[in-house]
């Protein structure tokens, strides 16, 4: 099916069918559509295509039989670096026209089309008293975040975001329209709850939101050198944190750059964030033990639910990025001692940040109906990241997320989680291997010919294992 050199494409019969925008090589606007949000990643794919409308979606699978080629679908590209393979041989597909949000205040509900970012939702949903199981991150995709997942500020007290969803509507590796639910193909909408987009397209996914009672919500700050001593506290603090409380710890190196407030560029600092869910007296006493240490910086406070995806001070524009993560069976003390030994002071870390999450609570039990991602086996998830600046970070920070990944091999857990995943990994170790069983038949069901080539790939089963 792939060929290793190709003539230019003929288009003039895909572009009468597509409404959206195509670039081919060459054209003017091709380097500005082929970039991912992580933009050390450079994509350079035979076509993008930048769909409006399903049909659109449908149009582009067709063509890509016509072709030999393969499509990979992309929101965001936060995630683009995951992905195994020839850009060459595919058609990059960029949702990024397609952010439209439709809400039902009264069944506490959300439409959305598949390069609805989270902001795109958390927002007019704030608006309205209501709240998604959204990301960290303002402008992650919702889409991706569902096929990996979802963990959020309200995880530990309601679980995965991908268990929220209701409906996906689909374009199938044949091109073919398909709404997928509970009752509608059963089997798809199971796998592509937190199973990788790798059987079908996502063009539309309708969310159950939640009723947000009162919220506490902000960041404490402390120079970096108070490293040990405040992630000591906040791990015997995690132990009994109550399941209201979703939060993490973090050691953040910030360069001085004008993008970062004066009173924080160029510092090193370690950080606790996160929410707890109910009002402020409730909040003030949870997170008391934490207040105790006297933080330099206390933005904590009562907070509306968009207020969720900015409290992590993500950077919100297109930004280079190396990160590595491992989830974590435990965490017992001589961890945190190993975690600041080659991540804070004194350790030469060349990372922007290294980061601790804690999960359980809801994330760690099955929900009714749960989809492919049903829990997550492990008690905190370790997430790195440098931003390669120069040529000298460029190598110097792959090498030390290696050891910092070493350092805690012995809490490591035998699954990974495919959203921190930044590098290609074994798909198959995300999953028990009944489930990656599973996600293989539906993919060989919905796209037996492998061509949706999603970030994190899953391929068809053989003919003899279906």
Same mark, same amino acid.
């Given at each position: 099916m792939i060929t290793s050199a190709r003539p230019a494409l003929e288009l003039d019969t895909l572009r009468e069918q597509f409404t959206g925008n195509l670039h081919a090589p060459g054209d003017a606007g091709y380097d500005e559509a082929?970039?991912?949000?992580?933009?050390?990643?450079?994509?350079?794919?035979? %076509?993008?295509?930048?769909?409006?409308?399903?049909?659109?979606?449908?149009?582009?699978?067709? *063509?890509?039989h016509s072709t030999g080629l393969r499509v990979a679908p992309q929101g965001t590209g936060h995630n683009a670096s995951a992905r195994v393979g020839a850009a060459a041989d595919e058609i990059l597909l960029s949702t990024r026209l397609m952010r439209g949000v439709e809400i039902d205040a009264a069944r506490r509900t959300a439409r959305v089309e598949a390069g609805a970012l989270c902001a795109d939702l958390t927002a007019p949903a704030s608006d309205l008293g209501l709240a998604a199981l959204g990301g960290s991150s303002p402008d992650v995709g919702l889409v991706g975040y569902v096929m990996g997942g979802g963990i959020g500020? %309200?995880?530990?007290? *309601?679980?995965?975001?991908c268990n929220s969803v209701l409906s996906f509507d689909v374009v199938t590796g044949q091109g073919e329209h398909v709404h997928v639910d509970a009752e509608s193909h059963p089997e798809l909408f199971w796998a592509l709850r937190g199973g990788t987009g790798s059987p079908a397209i996502i063009t539309h996914m309708e969310l159950q939101l939640i009723a947000m009672p009162e919220l506490y919500a902000g960041a404490m700050l402390w120079p970096w050198e108070r490293a040990r001593e405040v992630l000591h506290a906040w791990r015997e603090w995690t132990l009994d944190a109550p399941e209201s409380a979703t939060t993490s710890a973090r050691i953040l190196q910030l360069p001085p750059i004008p993008d970062i407030p004066e009173p924080f560029r160029g510092r090193s600092f370690v950080c606790l964030d996160g929410a707890v869910i109910g009002n402020e007296a409730y909040?003030?006493?949870?997170?008391?033990?934490?207040?105790?240490?006297?933080?330099?910086?206390?933005? *904590?406070? #009562?907070?509306?639910? /968009?207020?969720?995806?900015?409290?992590?001070?993500? !950077?919100? @524009? !297109?930004? !280079?990025?190396? +990160?590595?993560?491992?989830?974590?069976?435990? %965490?017992?003390?001589?961890? #945190?001692?190993?975690?600041?030994?080659v991540a804070g002071p004194g350790s030469s870390s060349p990372l922007l940040v290294a980061e601790l999450r804690h999960l359980?609570?809801?994330?760690?039990?099955?929900? /009714?109906?749960? +989809?492919a991602r049903s829990r997550l086996d492990a008690s905190y998830v370790l997430f /790195?990241?440098?931003?390669?600046?120069? !040529?000298?970070?460029?190598?110097? #920070?792959? /090498?030390?997320?290696?050891?910092?990944?070493?350092? %805690?091999?012995? @809490?490591?857990?035998?699954r990974i989680y495919l959203n921190f995943a930044e590098a290609p990994s074994d798909v198959s170790r995300a999953f028990d291997t009944d489930v990656f069983a599973a996600l293989r038949a539906v993919k060989a069901t919905y796209d037996p010919q492998d061509v949706i080539h999603a970030n994190h790939a899953i391929a068809p089963a053989p003919a003899q294992a279906r």
């Open positions: 082929r970039m991912a949000w992580n933009v050390v990643v450079d994509q350079r794919p035979a %076509l993008v295509a930048e769909p409006r409308t399903a049909q659109d979606v449908s149009a582009i699978v067709r *063509f890509a500020w %309200l995880a530990r007290a *309601f679980g995965l975001c909040a003030r006493e949870v997170l008391a033990p934490l207040r105790a240490l006297e933080p330099e910086v206390d933005l *904590f406070q #009562i907070s509306p639910p /968009a207020a969720l995806s900015h409290l992590h001070m993500d !950077p919100e @524009q !297109p930004t !280079p990025g190396i +990160g590595t993560h491992a989830m974590l069976a435990e %965490l017992p003390a001589e961890a #945190i001692d190993a975690f600041v030994d359980g609570g809801a994330l760690a039990r099955v929900p /009714a109906n749960a +989809g /790195a990241l440098g931003v390669p600046m120069t !040529p000298e970070l460029g190598e110097a #920070i792959p /090498a030390h997320l290696e050891v910092l990944k070493a350092a %805690l091999a012995p @809490q490591h857990a035998e």
